[in-house]
């Protein structure tokens, strides 16, 4: 059978759709011996944690909405990241966040890997690790709420980890076990303005 494949982009995010065949999770698994370790272990995570992905391809699987997140995406290509130490982005989870453009550049000085989508009012962060990304969009909306500057919000990051690392208990637990701040509920998109 030929599959067709069609692709739909939405902002930063795309997803390929199979017809004629399904490349869905109740499927069989695909083999993720290619892919980097740390792909292959944020993998068994999310799987053990919130079951199958909803779908897989050759070099994504992806989930919808698990947990607080609206979807994760696990890639088969790393990204190199070096902070707040070296390690893979192989993980993307998204969230619904108004984020005011006035922010953008802090958040950018903050992070690299923390995403903003203004569209469509979202923020994602991209690390190896769930408790990584929880630790990342927290100090991102603390940022946002003036709750604490860019090199304060870097400086926890970094530490918080290296306890992690370490296997010790960060300084502030919450900021790695899930998001210490109520996701909106509400459409929050902004459009913009036609000029045509």
């Given at each position: 059978?030929?599959?067709?494949?069609?692709?739909?982009?939405?902002?930063?995010?795309?997803?390929?759709?199979?017809?004629?065949?399904?490349?869905?999770?109740?499927?069989?698994?695909?083999?993720?011996?290619?892919?980097?370790?740390?792909?292959?272990?944020?993998?068994?995570?999310?799987?053990?944690t919130?079951?199958?992905?909803?779908?897989?391809?050759?070099?994504?699987?992806?989930?919808?909405?698990?947990?607080?997140?609206?979807?994760?995406?696990?890639?088969?290509?790393?990204?190199?990241?070096?902070?707040?130490?070296?390690?893979?982005?192989?993980m993307?989870?998204?969230?619904?966040?108004?984020?005011?453009?006035?922010?953008?550049?802090?958040?950018?000085?903050?992070?690299?890997?923390?995403?903003?989508?203004?569209?469509?009012?979202?923020?994602?962060?991209?690390?190896?690790?769930?408790?990584?990304?929880?630790?990342?969009?927290?100090?991102?909306?603390?940022?946002?709420?003036?709750?604490?500057?860019?090199?304060e919000?870097?400086?926890?990051?970094?530490?918080?980890?290296?306890?992690?690392?370490?296997?010790?208990?960060?300084?502030?637990?919450?900021?790695?076990?899930?998001l210490?701040?109520?996701?909106?509920?509400?459409?929050?998109?902004?459009?913009?303005?036609?000029?045509?």
């Amino acid at each position: 059978m030929t599959r067709k494949t069609n692709l739909v982009c939405t902002g930063f995010f795309a997803v390929s759709v199979l017809f004629g065949t399904t490349a869905f999770a109740q499927d069989a698994m695909p083999d993720l011996s290619g892919w980097p370790q740390s792909a292959q272990d944020a993998a068994k995570h999310m799987m053990d944690t919130y079951g199958k992905p909803a779908e897989v391809t050759d070099t994504m699987l992806i989930w919808g909405k698990t947990g607080p997140w609206k979807r994760t995406v696990i890639y088969s290509t790393a990204t190199t990241h070096m902070f707040p130490v070296k390690h893979d982005d192989v993980m993307q989870q998204w969230i619904d966040l108004d984020v005011p453009p006035d922010y953008f550049d802090d958040l950018a000085h903050y992070d690299g890997s923390v995403v903003v989508n203004r569209t469509e009012a979202e923020m994602s962060a991209r690390c190896d690790k769930e408790a990584a990304n929880f630790l990342a969009i927290n100090l991102a909306h603390d940022i946002i709420n003036n709750v604490r500057t860019v090199e304060e919000a870097r400086q926890f990051y970094a530490q918080t980890m290296k306890a992690v690392m370490e296997g010790g208990k960060p300084s502030d637990p919450a900021y790695v076990e899930g998001l210490i701040f109520e996701v909106p509920k509400e459409d929050l998109s902004n459009p913009d303005k036609p000029l045509l």
